[in-house]
């Protein structure tokens, strides 16, 4: 076997050195004589160059699946599992598997040091256990993997104090090209050893945190349930058996822990508890994951009850992008009160318990002044940093308490980065998974080893662990509060906890800020989106005869516009605020003045009608219809350049309202249609028509005055006319019937002269002209034929 080698920062004991030495001695002793029986050359030829040569192959990947138990005490059994996997190109033949341990970390930075070399054949190994502990291979074959497991008492790991080992796992053997016994791969990881109890235990408080990325939309249904629409269907995933979020609640509820809870997660499950609708490619299709919402929710209500639950603003809102980037924006600070405002109630809502809102928590505990003064603005006076962010003083050689006042009444709860980040990155294989467990118990162990000071640790994990990392959270967290040095503590507990007073309070400037996380923040033109999509809202909401309708779904869209879960993902942020603005504006223009074409106007007043439709299911009032003569010397609108009337429209509805206007002079003007809030804010789109005005003269009108005498007088004349030939004709006839009497009597003259004075006497009485006005106006009737050319009386 290779040599053992002692890790940095081991200080082993005395039995040990003599033991290793005596080993070492033993085991070099038969090739010691082997060797003197060579020729000088062949020694020469066979022997490797050195240990590092020999060491440094890592032909075979080694992988430590399963420590158990995490944390052994006396009389244990622990069992190590994992897999060798041959990646060269030769086969390794006489393969064995050992277990190594090395003399115990003194430090938190010599347990960083060991598990940044887990894999590494050049470090050190530690010393074997041997014996029949062991795992034996006659040959392992190039790419194929072999299972080992093998179980060592305790009592044979020759653990000295309390404190962290390493442990390591080694595959040693020979191949083709190298026929001798060597380190072909190793995994290093760590061994816990606290059997008794602690002299004083370490509060650990464990944040365990329920947050999704965004997935309502500001769309709901015309119906009076307001039927909300999904972005897809990821949340129902989430919520399935074995997803993110299944896992987080079945994990969350056997642990000891703080819930942190994003408000707009618990409003999210909740409407897909009931009816809901979900947007794909355009379209829009019934959800179907009620029952999976509903068993959620419900046992999410049943593991928080007497548990400490956290409320985070809604939509767990980007407070470092506020900060930076949103601050000079106006109405940014509302929209993040706004979202701190509705948090309590939600959460009592749904889960009805009350929750703790004096917690803010800005991404990776990164703070700076605009951070915290930002995170406080809102009624919180809790901030959440973490140490790699308000970093102790060089001269501190342990890890204080959490709490920290750092000025203006604010505390700041300081989250052990170790410990913190201890379950990121891909812990989908056993290996890494087994290898963050063992490394988060050793610094929890090596922090409370630092002093006798009983003090108060938080953790603060990543946002949205996924499944495997929370599954590893949990298994660490189980054997955490399992322990003989740790006890859990709720948030608010180590909040409130006494501050240490050698702990830094000292908040690191803007300039500290880390530019890795600055560069996925919101952008400035995020928040000024989001500042036009309000005011939208806002001219849009006075005109509803039930504003909550419009009002509270988009003012939580406007709050999700915020969210924290758009770091990283601009694309996605920007296509979201798009959506909204662009829903509003629909809704919105379903307010509208119908258009009209260009109107005539023939006479001096005239009434223009203007009409407005409103296509919404509910009615708007508090509206004011304008219109507005562009040329006013032209054309006025009830004696002005422009009139209002208020208008108010029923849902589904239209109104038209009639203008009088009145023409000055004639020709074409335009005119503006507009409508307008109560405090005078224009409303939708204008509409712009042109009048053309035909106006009637004084002249014009004596025209048509004398037209109109000349026929009266020309029907007066015809009327006289027509009643002097009436009086002709009777005239005409009486003389006709004299005529015919005389030629029966032979004495024509007395018969004519008897009948014509009859005919006169007759008609005497009905004429204006009696017997003594005189000699009639025309000549005796002769009875001569006429001559030519003559008028012919009949």
Do not use: C
């Not at 066979?46 to 992988?63: C, M, R």
């Not at 662990?465 to 189980?478: D, G, R, V």
């Amino acid at each position: 076997m290779a040599e053992a080698a002692d890790f940095p920062g081991m200080t082993p004991s005395p039995a040990r050195r003599w033991l290793r030495r005596t080993g070492a001695l033993l085991a070099g002793a038969p090739l010691l004589a082997g060797l003197l029986q060579l020729p000088a050359s062949a020694a020469h030829a066979e022997t490797p160059a050195s240990v590092k040569e020999a060491s440094d192959s890592g032909t075979v990947a080694v992988s430590v699946d399963s420590l158990s138990p995490s944390v052994p005490t006396e009389g244990d059994t622990l069992t190590v599992s994992g897999t060798v996997t041959n990646k060269g190109k030769q086969a390794v033949t006489d393969a064995q598997v050992d277990v190594r341990v090395g003399d115990a970390l003194a430090t938190r930075s010599a347990i960083d040091r060991a598990a940044a070399q887990a894999d590494e054949l050049s470090g050190p190994t530690g010393t074997e256990v041997g014996g029949k502990y062991v795992a034996k291979f006659a040959k392992l074959t190039p790419g194929v993997a072999q299972q080992f497991s093998i179980s060592v008492p305790v009592d044979e790991l020759d653990l000295g104090d309390d404190g962290v080992y390493p442990l390591a796992v080694s595959l040693s053997g020979e191949t083709a090209a190298k026929p001798w016994d060597q380190m072909l791969g190793i995994q290093r990881t760590l061994l816990p050893w606290q059997p008794d109890e602690a002299d004083t235990r370490t509060r650990t408080t464990v944040l365990w945190p329920l947050i999704s990325t965004v997935h309502m939309t500001a769309e709901t249904g015309s119906n009076e349930q307001q039927t909300p629409v999904f972005l897809n269907d990821e949340l129902a995933r989430e919520l399935s058996p074995g997803g993110r979020l299944d896992q987080l609640l079945s994990l969350g509820k056997t642990l000891d822990v703080t819930w942190v809870i994003d408000p707009d997660l618990l409003a999210s499950v909740d409407a897909m508890a009931g009816r809901y609708n979900v947007s794909s490619n355009g379209e829009t299709t019934a959800g179907s994951h009620q029952a999976v919402a509903k068993r959620w929710l419900s046992e999410l209500q049943q593991a928080v009850q007497g548990k400490e639950v956290v409320a985070l603003p809604f939509a767990d809102p980007d407070v470092a992008s506020l900060a930076h980037n949103g601050t000079g924006v106006s109405g940014s600070l509302s929209q993040f009160k706004a979202a701190s405002d509705v948090a309590a109630t939600t959460v009592e809502t749904v889960l009805h318990v009350t929750p703790n809102t004096d917690f803010a928590w800005p991404v990776e505990g990164a703070v700076d002044p605009s951070v915290v003064k930002v995170a406080t603005s809102a009624g919180a006076d809790k901030v959440i940093a973490r140490s790699d962010s308000l970093e102790e003083a060089a001269s501190l050689s342990y890890t204080p308490s959490a709490a920290r006042p750092i000025g203006g009444g604010t505390t700041a709860v300081v989250a052990d980065a170790r410990l913190s980040t201890a379950f990121h990155g891909d812990l989908t294989k056993a290996s890494t998974a087994t290898l963050a467990v063992q490394e988060f118990l050793a610094q929890s162990l090596s922090l409370t080893q630092q002093t006798d000071k009983q003090r108060s640790i938080v953790v603060a994990p990543q946002r949205m662990p996924t499944a495997s990392q929370a599954q590893a959270m949990a298994e660490a967290i189980t054997a955490l509060q399992n322990s003989t040095w740790s006890q859990p503590q709720q948030l608010t507990a180590a909040a409130t906890a006494k501050p240490d007073p050698a702990a830094s309070t000292e908040v690191p400037a803007r300039t500290k800020y880390p530019s890795a996380l600055r560069k996925r923040e919101l952008p400035k033109s995020a928040f000024e989106q989001l500042a036009g999509t309000q005011d939208r809202l806002d001219n849009f909401k006075e005109i509803l005869s039930d504003e909550s309708r419009v009002v509270t779904p988009f003012g939580r869209a406007l709050n999700r516009e915020m969210s924290t879960s758009w770091r990283g993902r601009a694309a996605a942020a920007g296509s979201f605020r798009q959506g909204v603005r662009a829903y509003l504006d629909t809704i919105a223009a379903q307010v509208k003045l119908i258009r009209k074409s260009d109107t005539k106007l023939s006479g001096r007043s005239a009434t223009i009608p203007v009409t407005v439709q409103n296509n919404l299911v509910q009615g708007v009032e508090r509206l004011v219809l304008r219109l507005t003569s562009t040329n006013p010397t032209r054309l006025e609108i009830r004696g002005k350049s422009y009139y209002e009337e208020p208008i108010a429209v029923s849902g589904g509805h239209s109104t038209t309202v009639k203008f009088t206007t009145s023409a000055n002079v004639n020709g074409q003007t335009t005119v503006v249609a507009q409508l307008f809030t109560q405090d005078g804010r224009a409303y939708g789109t204008p509409v712009t028509f042109d009048v053309k005005v035909t106006e009637i003269t004084p002249t014009v009108m004596l025209v048509i005055g004398g037209g109109v005498l000349l026929l009266v007088l020309a029907g007066f004349r015809m009327y006289t006319q027509r009643k002097r030939a009436a009086a002709r004709e009777a005239e005409e006839d009486v003389l006709d019937e004299a005529d015919q009497a005389a030629e029966g009597t032979g004495n024509p003259e007395p018969a004519k002269g008897g009948i014509l004075e009859e005919s006169v006497a007759r008609s005497g009485a009905g004429d204006p002209q009696q017997a003594s006005d005189g000699t009639p106006d025309t000549a005796a009737e002769s009875t001569d034929p006429s001559g030519t050319g003559e008028r012919v009386d009949r």
